[in-house]
């Protein structure tokens, strides 16, 4: 099955809620019974309010884009123009283009798969011919560090490691002075996901990113939020708070699979204002793919579908 199947079976639930509400207002009138059946199962989605808003407002209006328009076809294209705020291109072309060592400073909560998308990163960036390293910053579970070792040993690409409860910023420290001792071309990350408080788990990446500060004064390059699609609107308040308190420049989303409620693609990259960078929709190396707006949104909610 291609990558993009997969997709299409990942967001097959939320695809067929939307659709089955939207159904109702073609070529119908705009009973308010059927318009609050379309708002829920949007939010639902996890679309967001801002976006459920602006739709429901152009139908009820019925004036420019939205006159004698099919509602489905309007609505895809409304969330294709938000998705394609959302495109950036390829990873390889901005580290290629960036410093080096050029240092992705990975974060986010434990179960995400933040270790995951590091090593298919990894794996990813020695393909395309750059000089890679791991650095195993989350101390805090023997489980993550060994993980990024299995990956190291099976992609080739060498690992900084500390024990068990070291000092995550200075494994950091290591791995910074490693790569660029090396001329190595990207570093990747792995913090800790949940430390004992959410302060505790902000100010130990502060003082990470300090310690990256320090020896390369504007990386990091790239701090990189991977998040779990399946926690909906959980997920946008999880890139909010990571985001005012690191600052971060790009998104990963996982678990696209099955359970994800889609729609949440939709409202981070409208309420937040943020690139997504990645998807992932599966365990296997090739599924995690650069985001692709109109891939996304054919996937989520194509514009030609056929009669129920």
Avoid: C, Y
């Avoid at 489980?143 to 910023?169: F, M």
């Avoid at 937040?272 to 793919?289: A, F, H, K, T, Y």
């Amino acid at each position: 099955m291609s990558w993009i199947q997969r997709l299409q079976d990942g967001l097959s639930k939320t695809r067929q809620s939307v659709q089955s509400s939207l159904r109702r207002l073609v070529g119908g009138q705009l009973d308010p019974a059927v318009m609050e059946e379309v708002e829920e199962s949007l939010l639902q989605a996890d679309v967001g309010v801002r976006t459920v808003q602006r739709f429901l407002e152009g139908v009820n209006s019925q004036t420019g884009p939205f006159q004698s328009a099919n509602p489905l076809e309007v609505l895809h294209n409304l969330l294709l123009d938000i998705l394609r705020k959302g495109e950036t291109e390829p990873l390889e072309d901005i580290i290629r283009r960036g410093p080096k060592p050029f240092v992705f400073l990975t974060i986010g909560i434990n179960g995400v798969g933040k270790t995951t998308t590091i090593a298919k990163l990894g794996h990813r960036f020695s393909q395309h011919g750059l000089k890679t390293l791991f650095v195993a910053g989350d101390t805090f579970r023997a489980a993550a560090i060994e993980q990024l070792d299995i990956w190291g040993k099976r992609t080739g690409i060498d690992v900084i490691k500390h024990k068990q409860g070291s000092d995550p910023a200075a494994v950091v420290f290591d791995g910074i002075v490693a790569a660029k001792s090396r001329d190595l071309d990207v570093v990747l990350i792995d913090t800790a996901g949940r430390l004992h408080t959410k302060i505790n788990l902000m100010d130990e990446l502060r003082k990470i990113k300090r310690i990256i500060q320090r020896e390369i004064p504007d990386a990091p390059h790239e701090t990189l939020l991977v998040l779990d699609g399946t926690l909906g609107q959980n997920t946008i308040a999880q890139a909010r708070q990571f985001h005012e308190t690191i600052g971060v420049t790009g998104l990963a989303l996982t678990k696209l699979d099955g359970t994800a409620r889609g729609g949440v693609v939709v409202a981070i990259v409208d309420e937040l204002n943020l690139p997504i960078r990645l998807i992932g929709v599966g365990e296997g190396e090739e599924d995690l793919q650069d985001f692709n707006a109109s891939a996304f949104i054919d996937a989520l909610l194509p514009k030609e579908t056929p009669p129920t």
